[in-house]
């Protein structure tokens, strides 16, 4: 196997988000998404709504300081199984990168211990999306890029053309 991952992620402090880290993981993720020129402005209690972990549903850890407790790191994905049709094996589990920000560890680091978790917790692929910094840990992690082009629909809202790297929102 060429892309097999380890069974265990190797940063040390990374663990499940829980509800008392929605505030730092607020803070962090509003920081990370102000540079981005279309991002979502979240309130805590959304960050604690689509960010904390519910089974079959999303997945998100985070790392801490050491000396202050603050969230550093984080990093999601959310679960979208699909039906494979005349085939023996009926599911596919996919997981999807959702909000990643990566302030003390590298990208490559952070983004290979979250595909170990996928891994570990059930995922047969990973998916993500060109766009945040997600370009930072894509072609180095072996992505293959797929051959589709996502528009987003703003609905009522007339929004310039924007490079992916300008674009701070996964949709569900």
Not at 18 to 36: A, C, M, Q, S, W
């Amino acid at each position: 196997k060429n892309y097999k991952l380890p069974d265990t992620p190797h940063l040390s402090g990374l663990r499940p988000m829980t509800p008392e880290d929605v505030p730092g993981v607020h803070k962090l993720l509003t920081t990370y998404l102000d540079k981005f020129q279309l991002k979502v402005m979240f309130e805590p209690d959304e960050i604690g709504h689509w960010l904390l972990p519910r089974p079959g549903v999303v997945d998100s850890f985070v790392m801490c300081d050491k000396d202050s407790g603050e969230v550093t790191d984080l990093c999601s994905f959310y679960h979208l199984p699909s039906n494979i049709l005349q085939h023996k094996d009926t599911l596919l589990y996919a997981a999807y990168s959702f909000y990643n920000v990566a302030t003390s560890v590298t990208w490559i680091e952070l983004m290979r211990s979250c595909l170990i978790l996928a891994k570990s917790g059930g995922a047969d692929v990973f998916n993500a999306l060109n766009l945040m910094d997600n370009e930072e840990f894509l072609t180095d992690l072996k992505f293959g890029f797929g051959d589709g082009n996502l528009q987003y629909y703003l609905y009522n809202w007339a929004c310039p053309k924007l490079k992916s790297k300008e674009v701070g929102i996964v949709l569900l």
